[in-house]
């Protein structure tokens, strides 16, 4: 190449730059098919909604309406902040019209949303919590939306969504976007775990890492103490264990998808375990537990209940809530190895 035509930008970073999350999707499917590309638009209109979240979020403090509650209580028996409101219904606008997305189920709705127009050719349905870790908002510390992508393999006819009630092994993509001082989406489509940095200047989703690992160990554990006394004794084993040893440090956000994402870069074990009040745990499977273990799995971590592993869990009901422990092996099977010596003492072993 003569010097007239050397790239004024190394070819790297304009190739980089060009490498948006539609394409990326296309990349790691090496295919061009009808399927590959509705999960290349899905993606795309995933990103269009994160973008869309965070614009809203970062105007929050300027703007009328956006902070607060609205007054009303969803199905889990919470207060619903107007954000979330925004967040749900967006995730909602950003597929209509798009023949690609048939129905939507969310922390925020009782049922799932059914979009008409795209349903006799979109087979998909997205499962989210819309904004995760609400209770941030008002207080300008990160959130997160998280979801997951199922194909509907057979009708609703009560539309009730019973048959979303199958293990998270029926998932095809999985995912979350931060919120935090810049806007990140990570993602998998069953081919590894990628991040993309929202570029505001480009209005773009840049590819910024690929093939996520989380560490086999880390030194973070992630876990609400103020529950300990609800804890049943194996898990206040387990944190008296982490007191008393060297190399744990304590890190809690109270938003699952910030805690989440520090797991995945830099190792440890987030927990949230069933308490004498919720002994199924807070967290809901379908939209929160289920997503994020598909995601650490794929990134060469762990996620289980404790005992059983995350995608294996079959949800009675679409906001069955599970207990959840997630993150790097090692850290994972440490909190898990309590349990197991609990049981053989229940069971006089
Ligand atoms: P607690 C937020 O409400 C959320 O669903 C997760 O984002 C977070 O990890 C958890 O609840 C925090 O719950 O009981 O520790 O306040």
């Not at 009328?64 to 967006?90: H, P």
Request: net charge negative; aromatic share 8%.
């Amino acid at each position: 190449m003569t010097s007239l035509q050397t790239p004024a930008i190394p070819e790297h970073s304009l190739d980089r730059d060009c490498t948006t999350l539609s394409r990326h999707v296309l990349q790691q499917l090496q295919s061009f098919s009808p399927e590959a590309q509705d999960l290349s638009a899905i993606m795309n209109r995933i990103a269009l909604a994160g973008k869309l979240v965070a614009r809203r979020l970062s105007r929050a403090g300027l703007m009328a309406d956006v902070l607060g509650f609205t007054g009303e209580t969803n199905i889990q028996g919470e207060s619903v902040k107007k954000m979330d409101v925004y967040a749900n219904d967006v995730f909602i606008s950003v597929f209509k019209q798009s023949g690609l997305v048939c129905r939507l189920a969310s922390e925020e709705m009782d049922k799932p949303y059914y979009i008409p127009e795209n349903c006799p050719i979109g087979r998909y349905t997205l499962l989210y919590d819309p904004i995760d870790g609400s209770s941030n908002v008002d207080i300008n510390l990160n959130v997160g939306s998280i979801f997951a992508i199922r194909q509907q393999k057979e009708d609703d006819l009560d539309g009730e969504g019973n048959d979303l009630l199958k293990d998270g092994q029926e998932q095809i993509a999985a995912g979350y976007i931060v919120y935090g001082p810049s806007t990140m989406l990570v993602y998998s489509i069953g081919h590894g775990v990628h991040s993309f940095l929202l570029d505001p200047s480009l209005g773009e989703f840049i590819l910024a890492q690929e093939n996520i690992k989380i560490p086999d160990h880390g030194p973070v554990y992630s876990t609400n103490e103020g529950n300990f006394w609800q804890w049943d004794d194996a898990i206040r084993d387990y944190t008296r264990y982490v007191h008393r040893h060297e190399g744990y440090t304590a890190r809690y956000s109270g938003a699952l998808v910030g805690d989440i994402h520090r797991i995945l870069m830099q190792g440890g074990v987030f927990l949230y375990p069933g308490t004498v009040k919720k002994p199924e745990g807070k967290l809901r499977l379908l939209y929160e537990s289920a997503p994020l273990a598909f995601l650490v799995e794929q990134a060469g971590g762990k996620a289980s209940n404790g005992m059983k592993r995350i995608l294996d869990i079959v949800p009675d009901k679409l906001h069955a809530r599970s207990p959840l422990v997630i993150g790097s092996k090692e850290d994972v099977s440490l909190v898990e190895s309590f349990i197991q010596d609990h049981q053989r003492r229940a069971n006089g072993n």
